[in-house]
């Protein structure tokens, strides 16, 4: 939880809770995240629960380990340890599982996978991307013992709290699991949960994703990570986009729909990621000529200029949403 002198700092540099103030608060040294990806696969994709995945979702473009032949897990970590040190001084490291959902398969192959990624002395913690719908208790039991010695987030992918959106964009699940997996998340106690939303998914007006920002933050979660809907080729949206049933956001568009929902979200809560990303020639739409950097500075400029920060809107309890 931010302290109020820590507050005071991000409300006066970023209006918004960032992660980088986050783990200063909580290491002495400069931490960095390493991403992996360990060969999992997804129930949206290999027909257990659907086929050919949410309609936005090209993995590779947002995760560059996706276009590579797949490395063991050590190599990969010593590699991305190896540049972030040369690239940023980054001193100790965060194993972030990525790509696709890395709770899917047996505990027996999680507990290795995720054992390989922590064989490095300079990795002090672990992340684990996943969906809300594969999450089992006795995943959540091997997590746990994670935390006797390491900072450990699971990083559960929604997008939306409204059915009618989850199953316009083919997530495969619905609200209620999420919120099952959170609460059970919740109880077991030292893991921190962040999650992921998407503003302007098809369908959606401000008020739904305002209703989204709401729901989230009064469940308690730990961290948040905010993308703009963008288009990536191979991806069955970008069929949508092309025929003109999709419109995406405009820059400025989106940086009022972001300081919006930060507004509505507790201080408490860490925003790690506050605009989607794309590597390579994946982008299709939409294409801004502001960097990220131009955007998170428009973020806290937008905030100033409404004499405005995170939180600022947010009352404690809101009633779960259907």
Avoid at 51 to 63: L, M, R
Avoid at 274 to 302: C, M, Q, R, Y
């Amino acid at each position: 939880m931010t302290t109020v002198s820590n507050q005071k700092t991000w409300l006066e540099s970023h209006r918004y809770y960032p992660f980088s103030a986050y783990l200063r608060e909580n290491f002495s040294v400069k931490i960095h995240k390493v991403s992996i990806h360990a060969g999992f696969t997804c129930p949206n994709r290999d027909g257990l629960v659907g086929v050919g995945g949410c309609t936005y979702c090209a993995n590779e473009s947002f995760s560059p380990n996706v276009r590579e032949t797949i490395s063991p897990i050590k190599e990969q970590v010593e590699k991305g340890v190896e540049y972030l040190k040369r690239r940023y001084g980054a001193e100790r490291f965060i194993a972030y599982f990525q790509a696709f959902t890395n709770t899917y398969a047996d505990v027996d192959t999680l507990k290795t996978r995720y054992d390989e990624a922590l064989l490095n002395n300079d990795v002090i913690g672990l992340s684990i991307g996943t969906r809300p719908d594969c999450i089992t208790d006795e995943i959540l039991a091997l997590i746990h013992t994670y935390t006797k010695k390491y900072h450990v987030w699971v990083e559960y992918g929604l997008q939306s709290i409204h059915d009618r959106t989850l199953r316009m964009v083919n997530r495969g699940h619905d609200y209620k699991s999420f919120e099952d997996a959170v609460i059970r998340t919740k109880n077991r106690g030292d893991i921190k949960i962040c999650v992921h939303v998407i503003l302007g998914l098809p369908g959606e007006d401000r008020n739904d994703m305002m209703e989204t920002a709401q729901a989230v933050s009064s469940m308690g979660i730990d961290g948040i990570k905010l993308h703009h809907l963008y288009i990536a080729k191979n991806t069955a949206m970008a069929e949508d986009y092309a025929k003109g049933n999709i419109k995406t956001l405009e820059v400025e568009e989106y940086v009022s729909l972001a300081c919006d929902f930060l507004e509505r979200i507790s201080p408490d809560i860490v925003v790690q990621r506050l605009v989607g990303d794309t590597h390579g020639d994946s982008l299709i739409a939409p294409v801004w000529k502001a960097n990220k950097g131009d955007v998170f500075a428009a973020i806290t400029n937008e905030l100033k200029h409404r004499n405005s920060y995170q939180g600022s809107k947010y009352t404690p309890s809101y009633p779960t949403l259907p």
